[in-house]
């Protein structure tokens, strides 16, 4: 990971390259066709084919119509949803009963679908191969092993890639328990933070964490356990032993496809207010709710970790 501070004392994150090999591999990627490629679509199933399955998982509320004509709040709080391109976060203060995160599956999988075939492709450029995997010789081979089959590529992305927007979603989750013990002392109200400098923070925790994990530890881990217990039916064979760590290439890989450099919404980035206000007590609580999973407050009811739903919206 690459962090540095801007002259603003902003703290930005960007994978961890060389400035002249970053922007050598997003000449690249970024023209590369982004759309399903015939041998990552024999790895996956349709919505259609899945629906059974997953249908157990799909919870669509009344609050989610409409979404996405609604102008983003200048803050988040009781009264508004969180509405991102691939999750929406109720929050607590907004329903105690329904609070939790709702992957929007249509958007997730045809998401994900253009995110594989891209990432294919990629693979299939020596040089761009070469910078993803670091210059390492053992990188180098994994990547290459990963490129021969589509299959094992598929399901090892892909635990990446929805570990990733479910920590984004998480990190929505510790920014309401921080306006909640704000709101106990008497000191503001959720949300602390307008919902672009929130937007950021969890967009720069989302690459710090995927990219923070060692070898084999995410494919052990419980959280990882529990999406693939809602995703699995949409990929041939989605088993936690059937996967490869090839996080330090899935950092990158998503940085350049969402173009976050040049995207404010999804810009990795902790301005100097925000962290020297709330820092401290935003890195506890992650802890908390990540690490350890534990929750905060208690409801009486099942805590966020259990809290993982799918919806058509």
């Known amino acids: 990971m690459r962090s540095s501070k801007s002259k603003r004392g902003e703290v930005l994150y960007s994978p961890r390259l060389p400035r ?5 591999l997003e000449s690249m990627l970024s023209p590369l066709d982004r759309s399903p490629h015939p041998a990552i679509e024999e790895t996956l199933r349709t919505l259609e084919e899945s629906y059974d399955l997953l249908s157990r998982h799909l919870v669509d509320l009344d609050c989610f119509r409409g ?5 983003r709040p200048k803050r988040y709080s009781g009264k508004t949803l969180v509405v991102d391109k691939h999750a929406i976060y109720v929050p607590y203060h907004y329903d105690h009963q329904n ?7 249509k958007r997730v999988w045809e998401d994900f679908a253009g ?3 891209w990432a294919y492709r990629a693979l299939h450029i020596p040089r761009a191969l070469r910078i993803l995997a670091e210059e390492s010789d053992a990188q180098i081979a994994r990547l290459l092993r990963l490129r021969r089959d589509p299959h094992l590529l598929v399901r090892s992305l892909f635990v990446e890639y929805i570990v990733f927007h479910y920590a984004h979603m998480v990190s929505h989750h510790v920014f309401e328990d921080i306006g909640l013990i704000f709101e106990r002392m008497g000191k503001g109200r959720y949300s602390l933070v307008k919902s672009l400098e929130e937007e950021n923070f969890c967009s720069y925790v989302a690459f710090t964490t995927l990219e923070r994990y060692i070898p084999g530890v995410l494919a ?4 990882a356990e529990r999406l693939v217990g809602v995703f699995h039916p949409l990929i041939h064979s989605l088993r936690l032993e059937n996967i490869e760590s090839m996080n330090f290439a899935t950092t990158k890989l998503l940085y350049i496809y969402y173009d976050v450099a040049r995207n404010p919404w999804m810009m990795p980035r902790v301005d100097s207010r925000t962290m020297n206000r709330i820092g401290l007590i935003f890195w506890a609580l992650w802890k908390l709710h990540y690490t350890y999973e534990e929750d905060l407050v208690d ?11 799918l919806t058509t919206y």
């Open 20 to 24: 002249r090999a970053l922007e050598e």
């Open 67 to 71: 979404v996405d004509s609604a102008r």
């Open 99 to 105: 609070y939790g995160i709702y992957f929007r599956i």
């Open 115 to 117: 995110f594989a075939g």
């Open 220 to 223: 052990r881990s419980r959280k």
């Open 299 to 309: 409801f009486k009811n099942r805590p966020l970790i259990y809290r993982l739903y």
